[in-house]
């Protein structure tokens, strides 16, 4: 008989776990020696995810925002996102897993599929567009170093594929550069996110001041307040926030594969506060003032930075000037590899390595998504779909209803206490994290419920005729799927709790006790989760450690 925290495992529960469909390396505890992310490095990895959102401001503007309101707005949803990203990282910091297996423990071992697989569709997706968006980059690049000699290939595509010959080669270039990052677990990425959050600063700055000096700073009347009625403005704003919000919906879900790396428990909580909001707010500030300037001055109508710095070779060719775009278009590159890294190939590893963990572990599954790139096709969807980005940004609304339950299940029901042991259990001897056939069928109807509403909306978003107060509900989106996520589930459990909530309240846990030992003391960060060594849970769950790369 083997112990685990509070809990006694018989002998027929270890040989029955010993089934390689729950558990590989990247699936178990983070080990002592990868819980090496410190403060600064969650600062420098906060600012470099956010410090990218050069565009975000023209997506406020363009819902008929000024340029102040859409500053206010940005600020006001990346602190709520902040506040969800707090919340949602203690799970991990404390008991150093990801968010396959918080998952589990909140869905259920079977139930918990569905949810890894909807994030790990999304991260796919997202993560060829984002790789679309850094070939843009390596055209400015590649114009910058070759001149003409780049732009005049001959182009042998078709136009209907959506790209040029010129193109293409920008796209393989840069799937090139992201394929040794694939060999790397976040542990061992902390340089490279310090390196990318330095060379951030001067690159967007660099594109701001040229702005403001060729423009003398005159932004124009960009959109007035002053025909809107209290009522439009409301609803703008609303919108407005839903889309910020939308727009770091991933990250406040992916903060388990993030944080479990922490040596402290505090490291992920107060940086994240802190470096989100103001990054955020401050890079979507230089793109709104930048080039709003830039197209009240020529009349054009540029609000990415590729097509700036396209803009710029084209004014004000020069060897002075492409040696200045080659420098900001590669540091806009590494920005945009490193987002991608971190939000979409490290989110797909941890997804892919639950969903198939006899064959994947983290290392595979980031070439996998790598190789998927390509089948995802991103430069036809962009020309094809003009509704596409629209969809990206609605997919938020089934994210937030998903992180409302895993924060009110942790924080309300369990009290802060994950048997670590019964999340590699996929029998019936699992009393924790089996519940229903595999399923939290209370979490399932919580979550059902709590999309429903804004769905219809989200449906007129892409196209379709719908009601007024549905397109209302629909802006809503992300804020109003996760507060009826939240509310829900903690009606239906109050009343129909769960057979983990049942023993927790019978037995009598405290908050996160089984994080703790017999003292009330919280074990040492990564030698110790949930009162179980790392080598503990790999012995008696007969779960040895991988021979995977």
């Not at 703008?236 to 939308?246: H, K, Q, R, V, Y």
């Not at 506060?273 to 009240?296: D, H």
Request: charged share 10%; net charge neutral.
């Amino acid at each position: 008989m083997a112990r685990f925290g509070s809990r006694a495992v018989s002998a027929l529960e270890l040989e029955s776990s010993q089934d390689s469909r729950w558990s590989n390396e990247d699936l178990l505890p983070t080990p002592p020696e990868q819980c090496t992310w410190r403060w600064w490095n969650y600062v420098s990895f906060y600012w470099s995810i956010s410090f990218t959102n050069w565009t975000l401001g023209s997506t406020m503007v363009g819902i008929g925002l000024n340029w102040w309101e859409a500053i206010v707005v940005i600020f006001v949803s990346q602190m709520i996102s902040s506040v969800a990203m707090a919340f949602n990282s203690r799970a991990a910091s404390v008991y150093h897993i990801g968010f396959p297996c918080v998952g589990r423990s909140v869905f259920g071992m079977w139930g918990s599929y569905y949810f890894v697989g909807a994030r790990a569709v999304l991260a796919i997706v997202w993560f060829a567009v984002q790789m679309d968006f850094g070939a843009e980059y390596m055209y400015n690049i590649l114009r910058a170093i070759f001149g003409h000699h780049y732009t005049d290939i001959p182009n042998h595509i078709p136009a209907s594929a959506g790209i040029t010959t010129q193109k293409m080669l920008a796209f393989f270039l840069t799937w090139l550069a992201h394929l040794p990052f694939c060999h790397f677990r976040p542990y061992q990425l902390r340089k490279f996110f310090v390196f990318k959050t330095f060379i951030s600063l001067p690159a967007m700055f660099g594109l701001f001041i040229f702005a403001m000096a060729n423009t003398k700073g005159h932004l124009g009347t960009m959109y007035s307040a002053s025909s809107r009625s209290s009522t439009a403005t409301a609803w703008m704003i609303i919108s407005g926030i839903n889309s910020g919000l939308g727009n770091t919906a991933t990250l406040i879900t992916n903060q388990p594969d993030y944080c479990r790396w922490t040596r402290t428990r505090q490291a992920p909580l107060w940086t994240q506060l802190i470096s989100n909001p103001i990054a955020v707010t401050l890079s979507a500030s230089l793109g709104i003032l930048a080039t709003s300037a830039i197209n009240n001055k020529y009349g054009t109508d540029i609000w990415n930075q590729w097509d700036l710095m396209q803009f710029i070779l084209d004014r004000y060719w020069s060897g002075t000037t492409r040696f200045a775009v080659f420098l900001v278009a590669f540091a806009w590159l590494v920005q945009i590899m490193g987002t991608n890294v971190a939000a979409n190939m490290i989110s797909f590893g941890a997804d892919s390595s639950m969903l198939f963990p006899r064959f994947i572990n983290m290392r595979r599954g980031q070439y996998i998504v790598q190789t998927l790139a390509w089948a995802v096709v991103p430069w036809e969807i962009l020309t094809s779909a003009t509704k596409f980005e629209d969809f990206l940004s609605g997919y938020a609304l089934f994210m937030g209803a998903v992180v409302a339950i895993m924060v009110c299940e942790y924080f309300i029901f369990s009290k802060g206490n994950i048997f670590v042991s019964s999340l590699y259990d996929g029998t019936k001897l699992n009393k924790n994290y089996r519940y229903t056939g595999g399923w939290n069928i209370q979490a399932v109807i919580a979550y059902v419920i709590a999309i429903a509403f804004p769905f219809p909306g989200f449906v007129g978003s892409l196209g379709a005729n719908v009601s007024t107060t549905a397109t209302r509900m629909g802006d809503l989106g992300w804020i109003l799927s996760f507060t009826t996520g939240f509310i829900c589930y903690y009606i239906i459990c109050t009343f129909w709790p769960t057979e983990n909530q049942r023993i927790i309240k019978e037995q009598g846990y405290t908050w996160e006790q089984t994080a703790k030992d017999d003292n009330g003391e919280f074990y040492l960060n990564g030698a110790n989760v949930g009162g179980v060594t790392c080598e503990e849970v790999i012995m008696d769950k007969g779960a040895e450690k991988s021979a995977f790369p």
